[in-house]
């Protein structure tokens, strides 16, 4: 069955530096989103893609992050300057669209001290 | 905007037993609903969604949710629980329009099953 693939699973980072989180969508999938959960907390949405460009986005998702996809495969997070309160897990997601039935990755923790 | 509220933040149950959990949602228009799983250290895998039809949907892994408009909910159910259904349950709303806005989840509802 078709999966999205995120990397790094974990990654460690001090206050202040970029990160770059990863993501490979379902290959035939057209919408693109990323989600982050803050431990013990619900699972918020960030940003959708679609059409290489922005479509929503949160009040969470503001000048500090981008999106990006630089290849016809891959689908990027960045955070420019990390804060303490961006530690959480960052979920990729993609769907052929329409339906919103969302395809979900295993995400990705990101940890700041 | 639409909101999800799940009102139980954890529910333990014994192997065998049946399984509620709660869910109300907000939303003006009619709604796409979905119920998610999250074991441990794992992404969230969809159980089950309610588009339109039939109000009684069945899902994976046994599970079967019941769309009722008159109370806003949308519980889902289990007859016979199995310890590994331990995990992290969340359900979610989305636009029945479609597209980009992506889903708004609730806070998820923690299950422990007892021996």
């Known amino acids: 069955e078709p999966e999205v693939t995120q990397t790094p699973s974990h990654q460690v980072t001090q206050m202040g530096q970029e990160v770059i989180l990863r993501c490979v969508p379902i290959?035939?999938?057209?919408?693109f989103y990323w989600y982050r959960q803050i431990l013990g907390q619900k699972v918020e949405f960030l940003v959708s893609f679609y059409n290489n460009e922005i479509s929503e986005k949160s009040e969470i998702f503001d000048d500090q992050f981008s999106v990006e996809r630089p290849d016809g495969s891959n689908f990027t997070l960045k955070i420019r300057s990390t804060k303490l309160e961006d530690s959480a897990m960052y979920f990729c997601?993609?769907?052929?669209?329409?339906?919103?039935?969302?395809?979900f990755g295993a995400g990705s923790r990101l940890t700041v001290l | 905007a639409q909101s999800v509220t799940q009102p139980d933040i954890h529910i333990t149950v014994s192997e065998g037993a049946s399984l509620e959990l709660r869910c109300n949602y907000s939303y003006g228009a009619t709604p796409y609903l979905f119920w998610y799983v999250q074991s441990p250290g794992q992404g969230l895998q969809l159980l089950l969604k309610y588009f339109s039809g039939d109000t009684l949907v069945q899902g994976i892994k046994g599970f079967e949710a019941e769309f009722k408009r008159s109370q806003s909910s949308f519980n889902l159910r289990k007859p016979s629980v199995h310890w590994s259904d331990a995990a992290e349950y969340f359900c979610?709303?989305?636009?029945?329009?479609?597209?980009?806005?992506?889903?708004?989840f609730g806070k998820g509802t923690h299950l422990i099953i007892q021996p």
């Open positions: 979610a709303v989305a636009s029945s329009g479609g597209g980009a806005d992506g889903l708004t």
């Open positions: 290959s035939n999938h057209l919408y």
């Open positions: 997601a993609s769907t052929v669209g329409g339906a919103n039935v969302l395809t």
